[in-house]
């Protein structure tokens, strides 16, 4: 049997040490222990997307983004190009981007919700498109002052000098402290091995395993090479915008000079790098139904 990988030694501690602490679990964590010891003698490498290539950040960018709620009509056409562009299985749910709806206008302060009696006006999208409601796309917001990378012990979660928050997930082991602290609701965990069709494996982006922690990349693998998200180029009305913040002339730059903005969560000093602009909805405006499940979405089992 070969030597187990520095992954897997860290979640084997983590897991001993666990034990340690409290005697009378030991038990529970016998399945997972078994797990790492089976996938050692199958030979497992334990590198994810081993030959894929991230490219290297950019020299003087900070990328960011730009959402106009008066053009969002929340489709989800961005949430469903995300799922197929970053190799995401239908075991991750919800998808990368969520889309809200709610009846009040951007930037406005919502009244007081009883949650617990389900008294709200707004939530997650899985209904039809109203005409007389505003929605809103979040995601990872990429800050620059990340809690998730503040609290992640193997370094996993990082910033990069580009402005992305991005993951080894060879270093991930699984403890989702980094869930717990993201403000934003950003990221998601691999509860089961991903199932995906092998002609639709975008070979750019590394299939992730069971046992890690995945998030919006800002489409590292697009961006960096001069190209955009792919969320910006699926938005059918172009609510999107994505760029460099640091270059005055780029069109991300100029809107925040023009325009009225916030950013979500602001006040708890994160520096996210996603703005929404608080214009009304526009008209004349096409409206686009409703985008239904496509049976060829990466993640579909055969």
């Known amino acids: 049997m ?14 001993i040490g666990a034990g340690v602490l409290v ?12 797990k790492i010891v089976k996938k050692a003698s199958e030979g497992f490498s334990g590198t994810i997307g081993k030959g894929i290539e991230t490219p290297p950040p950019v020299n003087g960018v900070r990328f960011g983004m730009v959402i106009d709620l008066g053009l969002c009509i929340g489709c989800r056409r961005c949430s469903y190009a995300c799922k197929l562009e970053n190799n995401i299985p239908d075991t991750i749910n919800p998808p990368y981007i969520m889309v809200f709806e709610t009846k009040y206008k951007p930037g406005h302060v ?13 939530g997650l999208l899985y209904t039809k498109l109203r005409k007389d409601r505003m929605y809103m796309p979040v995601q990872c917001n990429h800050c620059d002052d990340p809690p998730c990378a503040k609290v992640c012990p193997t370094q996993a979660t990082y910033k990069t000098t580009d402005g992305i928050v991005m993951m080894d997930y ?12 993201c403000p934003y609701n950003a990221r998601r965990f691999n509860w089961q091995e991903p199932v995906l ?7 750019l982006v590394p299939v992730r395993t069971d046992g890690v922690v995945e998030k919006c990349t800002f489409c590292v693998h697009r961006t960096r090479r001069r ?4 969320c910006t180029e699926a938005c059918p009305n172009k609510a999107r ?7 005055p002339d780029s069109d991300i730059s100029k809107l925040l000079v ?10 708890l000093n994160t520096g996210p790098n996603i703005f929404y602009l608080t214009r009304p909805k526009r008209k004349p405006m096409r409206w686009f139904k409703p985008v239904p499940i496509n049976p060829k979405i990466r993640g579909l089992k055969s």
């Open 23 to 34: 005697p009378d679990e030991v038990s529970a964590f016998g399945s997972i222990i078994d």
């Open 2 to 15: 070969r030597k187990l990988t520095r992954r897997e030694l860290v979640k084997l501690a983590s897991i």
């Open 258 to 267: 023009s325009e009225s903005y916030f950013r979500h969560k602001e006040g």
């Open 241 to 247: 915008v994505f760029g460099n913040l640091n270059d």
């Open 110 to 122: 919502m009244p007081g919700r009883d949650i617990g009696n389900l008294k709200i006006d707004s």
């Open 197 to 203: 069709l092998a002609d639709r494996i975008n070979p």
């Open 170 to 181: 060879n270093k991930c082991i699984g403890c989702r402290y980094c869930m717990a602290a």
């Open 227 to 230: 190209g955009t998200t792919r």
